[in-house]
């Protein structure tokens, strides 16, 4: 990718300390310590212009929020977009977000180990040929560092417009033993799902008709426990309906014990 960045723009990050981090290595472990408090931390990595997480900040303020990407122009970019988010809150400067420059190769040199709790992946670069493989996202061996760094509730979000990249995320997650959830091959099918912010390519690709596809992955022990619980509620009876059926089914014996009874005297 080519970004044209305006001029100064390295300037222009070094005067944000209070939303831009330059050097995110140096708060591995402390990145609590950094938002003021213990609430629990999402990342998005390549985070683009910042509009997904600029608004998912503002709708989640239960929870800490760091975007990453490389580029010194998308991330002054997505600066402008957190402060316009945060100002209509009255907000100058956004209270649960900021933003790092950094490679998602760089991942365990900026977090400790159990230190998310969520990572947003949306619409990483598909590389397509097969010889980059291992240059996704979702490819086996960041799958094992997002595994390191989450927590005990830790889950992944996923979403792309690429079919052949859904289709090998799902195959990674799956090879990599992980309990995927709430897939979608089409997230927007019913018209726009107000329930996900939209980011700009998503908005660019839901213009041209294109299908969203999505799924979450679940990875922390608590939040596996969690899923289960709520994957099985709808096999779940009361004890009132136990007893319920349990008499429905006592009655129909009844009724066929009757039955056969009276075609026995016939």
Same mark, same amino acid.
């Given at each position: =990718?080519?970004? %044209?960045?305006?001029?100064?723009?390295? !300037?222009?990050?070094? @005067?944000?300390? $209070? *939303?831009?981090?330059?050097?995110?290595?140096?708060?591995?472990?402390?990145?609590?310590?950094?938002?003021?408090?213990?609430?629990?931390?999402?990342?998005?990595?390549g985070m683009g212009k910042g509009r997904f997480i600029s608004g998912t900040s503002v709708r989640n303020p239960e929870a800490n929020f760091i975007g990453?990407?490389?580029?010194?122009?998308?991330v002054r970019r997505a600066s402008e977009k957190a402060r316009a988010a945060w100002s209509e809150l009255g907000h100058e400067t956004p209270p649960s977000? =900021?933003?790092? %420059?950094?490679?998602?190769?760089?991942? !365990?040199?900026?977090? @400790?180990?159990? $230190? *998310?709790?969520?990572?947003?992946?949306?619409?990483?670069?598909?590389?397509?040929?097969?010889?980059?493989?291992?240059?996704?996202?979702?490819?086996?061996?960041?799958?094992?560092?997002?595994?390191?760094?989450?927590?005990?509730?830790?889950?992944?979000?996923?979403?792309?417009?690429?079919?052949?990249?859904?289709?090998?995320?799902?195959?990674?997650?799956?090879?990599?033993?992980?309990?995927?959830?709430?897939?979608?091959?089409?997230?927007?099918?019913?018209?726009?799902?107000?329930?996900?912010?939209?980011?700009?390519?998503?908005?660019?690709?839901?213009?041209?008709?294109?299908n969203i596809h999505r799924c979450e992955v679940v990875i922390g022990e608590r939040a596996l426990e969690r899923y289960d619980e709520i994957r099985m509620?709808?096999?779940?009876?009361?004890?009132?309906?136990?007893?319920?059926?349990?008499?429905?089914?006592?009655?129909?014996?009844?009724?066929?014990?009757?039955?056969?009874?009276?075609?026995?005297?016939?």
């Open positions: =990718m080519r970004l %044209r960045g305006r001029k100064g723009i390295r !300037e222009n990050l070094e @005067a944000q300390p $209070e *939303l831009v981090v330059l050097e995110p290595e140096q708060y591995k472990g402390r990145w609590a310590e950094l938002f003021g408090n213990d609430r629990p931390i999402y990342v998005e990595l990453i990407d490389m580029y010194d122009e998308l977000l =900021m933003l790092a %420059r950094a490679n998602v190769e760089k991942l !365990e040199d900026i977090f @400790a180990p159990g $230190e *998310l709790e969520r990572i947003y992946l949306n619409f990483s670069d598909p590389w397509p040929k097969k010889k980059h493989a291992r240059r996704r996202l979702t490819h086996p061996r960041f799958l094992e560092m997002y595994k390191r760094v989450l927590n005990t509730d830790g889950q992944i979000h996923f979403k792309t417009d690429s079919e052949t990249l859904f289709e090998f995320s799902l195959n990674s997650f799956a090879d990599s033993g992980l309990q995927m959830t709430n897939i979608s091959l089409n997230l927007h099918r019913d018209g726009i799902n107000e329930e996900h912010v939209m980011t700009e390519y998503e908005h660019k690709f839901m213009g041209k008709g294109m509620e709808p096999y779940r009876i009361s004890p009132d309906e136990r007893a319920a059926l349990a008499a429905e089914e006592a009655e129909e014996l009844l009724q066929v014990s009757a039955s056969e009874k009276s075609e026995s005297e016939d």
